[in-house]
């Protein structure tokens, strides 16, 4: 994205002062429904409920502000807000399949993301077939007849496999399928799905577009058709929309998303390569270390990389993980992302080590690199290893 498009919108796009009393911050409209002077106002309301305020679950001026900014920031024509990006995922993904259809979504989706599809879907004649996305051509493989819909998380917020999203939304095209990306890792200003030929873009607003773990909301981007479809059915029914004031925080957050994600993606390059020569790391997966087996697409497809990472140690059991964890000081243990503290999470805490099925390995542990100063998270890292 042109760095001025990117200022303009993140500073004013959508932002009528002349409606709000010339505040130079747009007021938060903390209301539920709005009235109208006459019946033939009201009429042309109602038909119109999506772009004109009448009650709060279907339109909010405070919401709409926030709506244009995240349209513009993924390049897509409409956009909507959601109280959670797993919201926003499964709004996106009902609105395009109905019973007896078929979906094919990268392996290792975000958890709530795979609970969907293989929980709830089922239940209403939705099958779902799980692919290594690694390689674009397993969803041509993948594809039959009753196949509606792709499900893409490029790169995945764990071990951070991508997907070619240019390819595999040539595939989609070729066959009348609609993909669907979570790119909440990235944020827009690191990959625009949109760009590579991809029709709905999710994101977890709680993570990059927030950035200051007090709200938890969700992003869905697209054509307007795509979108109005969605807003018409699962939008007003599920009816998972964020609260006015919650839109307002995201829309400060926002001022600073540029800022934000880069300092923090250039934070996690040092953190990341200090971890990569340390003797006590295992593997490192953060996709722009030239060791990571996708180095290349990952060059290719993003522009940065952002602070999410993992590696694996080298420890003797599972104790020496929980020395190394209860031993920093800089890091939080917790789960989520994207906000300004940095964070630790390791699989130990979810994963059995002595069960041989689990796909995670409990020496797993993810970093998110956020604002605090590199030096003094890697100097805490490097005392923490000490004890492994
Ligand atoms: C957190 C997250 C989600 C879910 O978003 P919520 O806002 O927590 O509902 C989806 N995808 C990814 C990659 C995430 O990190």
């Known amino acids: 994205m042109d760095a001025d498009d990117l200022s303009f919108i993140l500073n004013h796009l959508g932002e009528d002062r002349e409606a709000g009393f010339r505040a130079v911050v747009p007021p938060v409209v903390q209301s539920g429904n709005f009235a109208y002077p006459t019946v033939a106002a009201l009429r042309q309301a109602m038909h119109n409920e999506f772009d004109l305020p009448v009650y709060t679950r279907g339109a909010n001026p405070t919401v709409a502000v926030v709506r244009r900014k995240l349209a513009a920031l993924e390049h897509a024509e409409d956009a909507l807000l959601f109280s959670s990006g797993s919201a926003a995922i499964t709004a996106g993904i009902m609105a395009f399949v109905r019973a007896g259809d078929h979906v094919v979504s990268v392996r290792k989706p975000y958890s709530w993301t795979h609970k969907l599809l293989t929980a709830l879907l089922p239940r209403y004649g939705v099958e779902c077939t799980f692919v290594d996305g690694s390689d674009a051509a397993n969803f041509r493989d993948a594809t039959t007849p009753r196949t509606r819909l792709f499900v893409l998380e490029s790169p995945n917020s764990l071990t951070f496999e991508l997907q070619d999203l240019r390819a595999v939304a040539g595939i989609a095209r070729e066959h009348g399928i609609i993909t669907l990306c979570d790119n909440s890792y990235s944020s827009p200003v690191f990959q625009n799905p949109i760009d590579l030929g991809i029709d709905l873009v999710?994101?977890?607003?709680?993570?990059?577009?927030?950035?200051?773990?007090?709200?938890?909301?969700?992003?869905?981007?697209?054509?307007?058709?795509?979108?109005?479809?969605?807003?018409?059915?699962?939008?007003?029914?599920?009816?998972?929309?964020?609260?006015?004031?919650?839109?307002?925080?995201?829309?400060?957050?926002?001022?600073?998303?540029?800022?934000?994600?880069?300092?923090?993606?250039?934070?996690?390059?040092?953190?990341?390569?200090?971890?990569?020569?340390?003797?006590?790391?295992?593997?490192?997966?953060?996709?722009?270390?030239?060791?990571?087996?996708?180095?290349?697409?990952?060059?290719?497809?993003?522009?940065?990389?952002?602070?999410?990472?993992?590696?694996?140690?080298?420890?003797?059991?599972?104790?020496?993980?929980?020395?190394?964890?209860?031993?920093?000081?800089?890091?939080?243990?917790?789960?989520?992302?994207?906000?300004?503290?940095?964070?630790?999470?390791?699989?130990?805490?979810?994963?059995?080590?002595?069960?041989?099925?689990?796909?995670?390995?409990?020496?797993?542990?993810?970093?998110?690199?956020?604002?605090?100063d590199p030096e003094t998270l890697i100097q805490d890292l490097d005392q923490a290893l000490a004890r492994v």
């Open 202 to 372: 999710a994101h977890s607003g709680t993570k990059y577009l927030n950035g200051h773990s007090d709200v938890v909301c969700g992003v869905l981007a697209g054509s307007a058709a795509n979108i109005r479809q969605v807003m018409e059915r699962e939008f007003m029914t599920l009816g998972a929309v964020p609260s006015p004031h919650d839109a307002w925080l995201l829309m400060r957050g926002l001022r600073t998303l540029e800022l934000r994600t880069n300092r923090s993606a250039d934070s996690a390059e040092r953190v990341a390569r200090f971890l990569e020569a340390h003797p006590k790391v295992r593997q490192v997966n953060w996709p722009f270390l030239e060791s990571f087996p996708q180095y290349g697409l990952a060059k290719r497809q993003m522009r940065r990389c952002g602070g999410l990472m993992s590696f694996r140690l080298h420890a003797a059991d599972i104790a020496a993980v929980e020395r190394f964890c209860n031993s920093l000081q800089r890091f939080l243990m917790a789960v989520s992302w994207g906000g300004h503290e940095s964070l630790l999470f390791p699989t130990a805490a979810v994963v059995d080590p002595d069960a041989q099925t689990s796909e995670l390995p409990w020496d797993l542990v993810r970093l998110y690199v956020g604002l605090e």
